[in-house]
């Protein structure tokens, strides 16, 4: 016994189970098969004595009444004995007797049978010597054997038969009344055993929580220190397989969050750097020196509006870029910056470049990542505008349904053919970075958009050869 409990504290929780249920289950099955087997055969036995009672009462009903009355027809010469054949009835009598013989469930109720067999013979041999007689000259001999011999044994059959009845009606009463024993005495073992399986199962149960609650709280309690930041707690072993295997786990998880942790540090560290990166492109120093060149041209030439104007769009394109450090702002402000931007480049490049800018104002309070759309429409003016031999334009456009926002910058430059496109679109749904067909502003903005949305946000790329690309950003529609 000590062996087997050794062996069952280092089983896993599973076998420990098992034998509960085990321990469980078998009696209790056990005693409700018991129970479907004494009610199985009860019934069984219960409706052959009814069958039987059954059978002999409608025998005993017509069997005398018919007899009597069809000797008595043939001795007075009403009917001939051809014609009312009383052996008949004498064989009927007899397969309902064999048939009652079969099924008896006693000894007593077989020789209650044979007797009334043995007086149906008798009964038999009367009616023989009628039927061998001469009906006509023999009437008083006939008539002697009818009422001497005759009725007396069909009575005596009646009479057998009701004692037959009756006994197989007191079996029935014998029948319940075991099954009442037999019920109150299965009764009394199943509490007795329901007894034992409570006080087994109470003490089973409770060393088996023994064996497996003080490496869960221990669990716990680790699990609490690495949720405060202390990633170099580790779990005990436990004798109990699955807390073992839940321990093992457990110093694995803890392992690979601290990883983790480290790996989300240096994530942001170069989300950061690339956001300085892009905002260090935002800042172009060409750009700038070309637009300060240009308020000074106007300047110089006396358009003080212009000169107004330009350093009204320099400060909010600077402004909008900054946004006070914020991430998201809101698109009215992205689509305020990339104006300022287009405005800028409209007076320097005023004999190619054309904007417009639709945006519906459902949409404008929706949050964006700062500086979305300016590098796109960089994009779009230097690798589309420029390249074309006379006057281009960039529409940036806006949709929506329930779910997403859609924007667009489209240029009408040379364009390019499905295979670039298709490497582009490759790249901006997750591809490989190692080689990169786009510039630096278009794969920082579609991977600032993952990692701020998710993955099935980002960058779409349309484009034909001699019919422009249009750039679509799909974002979630968010206030």
């Given amino acids: 016994m000590k062996r087997f409990s050794i062996k069952l504290s280092v089983s896993s929780l599973e076998k420990k189970l098992n034998w509960i249920r085990l321990c469980v289950l078998v009696p209790f099955f056990g005693m409700v098969l018991a129970l479907l ?12 004595s009814v069958q039987n009672i059954s059978q002999a009462s409608e025998f005993n009903f017509q069997f005398r009444e018919d007899i009597d009355n069809k000797m008595y027809r043939v001795v007075i010469g009403a009917d001939t004995f051809e014609e009312m054949n009383p052996y008949v009835e004498s064989f009927k009598a007899r397969m309902t007797l064999e048939q009652l013989r079969k099924t008896a469930l006693k000894q007593e109720s077989r020789d209650r049978l044979d007797q009334i067999n043995r007086l149906l013979a008798s009964l038999e041999t009367y009616i023989q010597k009628i039927q061998t007689s001469d009906i006509m000259k023999d009437y008083k001999v006939n008539d002697r054997i009818l009422r001497d011999d005759v009725n007396i044994f069909t009575e005596i059959i009646e009479k057998k038969i009701s004692e037959y009845i009756y006994f197989e009606t007191g079996n029935l009463k014998q029948l319940r009344s075991g099954l009442r024993k037999n019920i109150m005495t299965a009764v009394a073992v199943s509490a007795a055993i329901s007894a034992f399986l409570i006080v087994f199962i109470w003490i089973f149960t409770n060393r088996i929580a023994k064996s497996i609650s003080e490496p869960i709280v221990d669990l716990c309690n680790k699990t609490k220190l690495v949720g405060k930041g202390d990633f170099t707690v580790r779990a005990l072993n436990s004798e109990t397989e699955e807390v073992r295997i839940l321990s093992k786990n457990f110093n694995q998880m803890v392992r690979r969050i601290e990883q983790l942790v480290e790996d989300v540090t240096k994530e942001q560290m170069n989300l950061r750097k690339t956001e300085l990166e892009l905002l260090q492109s935002q800042i172009n120093p060409h750009f700038l020196y070309n637009t300060l060149d240009t308020i000074i041209w106007f300047a110089a030439d006396g358009q003080n509006e212009q000169v107004v104007q330009m350093v009204q769009d320099l400060s909010t394109f600077f402004r909008e870029c900054l946004s006070k450090g914020e991430g998201l702002i809101s698109l009215k402000d992205e689509l305020l910056h990339v104006e300022s931007y287009l405005k800028i480049q409209s007076v320097r490049y005023q004999d190619i470049l054309d904007f417009s800018i639709d945006v519906p104002e459902e949409i404008l309070g929706s949050n964006i990542i700062k500086m979305t759309l300016q590098p796109l429409v960089e994009n779009a003016l230097y690798h589309g505008i420029k390249r074309r031999r006379e006057k281009g334009k960039i529409e940036i456009n806006g949709v929506y349904d329930e779910d997403n926002i859609y924007l667009s910058v489209e240029d009408d430059g040379p364009g390019m053919d499905a295979d670039h496109v298709a490497r582009i679109n490759q790249e901006m749904m997750g591809g490989s970075r190692d080689r990169r ?23 779409i790329v349309e484009s034909e050869e001699s019919a422009g690309t249009r750039v679509i950003a799909v974002l979630p529609r968010e206030t």
């Fill in 37 to 48: 087997v004494m009610m199985v055969s009860f019934n069984e036995q219960y409706d052959t």
């Fill in 437 to 459: 067909v786009t510039g630096f502003g278009m794969s920082s903005v579609n991977q600032r958009l993952k990692l701020q949305f998710g993955e099935e946000y980002g960058l």
